[in-house]
């Protein structure tokens, strides 16, 4: 049974800084890609930054480029987001997903697994 489980989250001042974690199990985590989504209250689902099986590769959605980093370390099978000089508008529930194509890709529904998902708050 494959598991996702997101940590990390919580409340941060606007211009913080957070790291959220993701650990899997049940999987050959070092073959799949990983992803970051967040899902804002009223919005749909957005992609935030995805990597490759190897970490080689790295996508970040516009409004993260710069303010955050995706890696991930195989040998402990997780998988992480480093978010600094965050914002108000980054205020989400973030989710990580699994993707058995390897390599890193934007689209959700090219991602196999979700977690449950974490809050992150910032406020102003």
């Known amino acids: 049974q494959v598991q996702l489980v997101e940590s990390g989250g919580g409340l941060v001042q606007a211009g913080g800084s957070l790291r959220l974690s993701c650990a899997a199990s049940?999987?050959?985590?070092?073959?799949?890609?990983m992803g970051w989504f967040r899902q804002a209250p009223g919005k749909e689902r957005e992609f935030v930054a995805a990597?490759?099986?190897?970490?080689?590769?790295?996508y970040y959605a516009d409004s993260v480029k710069g303010r955050f980093t995706i890696s991930r370390d195989n040998a402990k099978n997780t998988v992480y987001l480093q978010k600094n000089s965050l914002k108000p508008e980054d205020t989400a529930v973030y989710y990580c997903?699994?993707?058995?194509?390897?390599?890193?890709?934007?689209?959700?529904?090219?991602?196999?697994?979700w977690g449950q998902g974490t809050q992150v708050t910032v406020s102003s």
């Open positions: 997903a699994a993707s058995g194509l390897g390599y890193a890709v934007v689209p959700s529904n090219k991602y196999d697994y």
């Open positions: 049940g999987l050959t985590f070092s073959t799949y890609a």
């Open positions: 990597i490759s099986w190897s970490g080689g590769t790295t």
